[in-house]
């Protein structure tokens, strides 16, 4: 959910709808949804984006805008990888083999998936349904993501969860953890004796006339994404044993058929899965506000269910309003520290409801900005101090060298901090796992700022310390 880029950003997410009330109103017309969407491409910079408004069994407008890094233009056909959205899709794959008899939703999933097994006794209790609400007591620190990530498939990846354990007793604590929708993944693939995005095609995707949609990029192939660098947006691939990851990360579609997703999501048009199970995937647990890839969000007053995903170089962000039948989805074939698809779905949820939303953005570029001005800054110092090195060497020529030693500390503090960085980053997002190839991609500007700001402290202290030797040799 969108944990790490909210918070590396400097200030909280704003709503970018106005706070004026109105009465519902007719459904928005395309024009007015057009208009948002550049005033709001425009606002936050980002090179592309596509959306898609439903309301009850129909599209209200589906469009693309700007253009990907081909140089072609973003439209509503264009695939976009969309990231943990996966799980919602993810979700309904199982709860479609719940309700043809040939998966148990609260028994365990080591009787039904004999292959998933841990170092952990507790395992063996693991439901179906904890995975899908992510009460398994799976979280990323427990499990070596490295080597199931490098896994060419979902059985390698079951595979490299044997060594590990359970952070919590299944059942009594929510994480986040993408370890439980491979899992689910996994799961329909043993259950349904296919390949799971074949079962996908067939069984969600195909149903819901989702022509553009598939797993992975060998059928639907998005272009290059973007990165933010200061203000700058650069064009690069993403890696490719993220990108071909299936149930908790791995669907590419489009902002056409996300209509015909969220259409059915709000229980209109074509149904794959019984109203029964369709509530379940909605319905938050006692334990926290996350059902099965949806949940609960608050937005100026507004009820929604909601998902977001984040990529390398993608975004994306799902909802429905059951109370209206509204559906929104918002995709960007970029990433950056500040993921602003949740603030262009706040304003679609504005237009909606009659009201004028303002064009989001601005967040990403003043912490840009900063974030530059601190790495000029440290250089800036550092040539400063290189100049004044020898009057520096001179002041501290024959004092103690402990108080000389604590007059170097506070240059090494970056270095510190650098090594210190993806641990820092993990703690800050309740434990996720938070890998050094992660922060070159959508933190590019944080970790280079850190970078420039270690390096300036390392020849700061190192110059004077050159200075200092050769002041006292003079003597």
Known sequence: MRRIMVLMSIGAALLVAQPAAAAPSAEPLPA???AYAAAALKSTGLPGMSLVVTHGGRVVHAAGYGH????????????????SVSKSFTAMAVMTLVDAGKVALDEPVAAQLPEFRLDDPRAARVTVRQLLNQTSGLADGGVDLGRAEAATDLAGYLAALRSGRLAAEP???WAYCNVNYEVAARLVEVASGLGFGDYLARHVFGPLGMTGSAVGDGVV???RGYNSLFGVWVARPELDRFSARGGAGGVVTTAADMGAWLISQSGAGTQVVRPESLAAMHTPTRIAEYGMGWGPVTADGTTLLVHSGNLFTYNAVEAIDPATGYGYAVMTNSASLYDDTYDVMTGLVALSQGR???APGGTRQLTELVLGLIGFGAIALTVLA???SRRWARRRSGRAAWRTGLRLVPLLLPVCGLVLYPRIISFLT???TVTWAQLMFFAAPLTAT???AALAGLVTAAVRLVRLRWVASER
Request: aromatic share 0%; no cysteine; hydrophobic share 35%.
């Open 171 to 173: 059942g009594t604590r």
């Open 386 to 388: 290189v100049v004044r």
């Open 32 to 34: 007015a949804i057009d």
């Open 430 to 432: 309740n434990g996720r």
């Open 450 to 452: 850190l970078v420039t």
């Open 356 to 358: 004028s939303p303002a």
């Open 221 to 223: 192939r998005p272009a």
């Open 68 to 83: 990907g890094s081909d140089g072609q233009p973003i439209t509503a056909g264009t695939p976009m990888r969309v990231a």
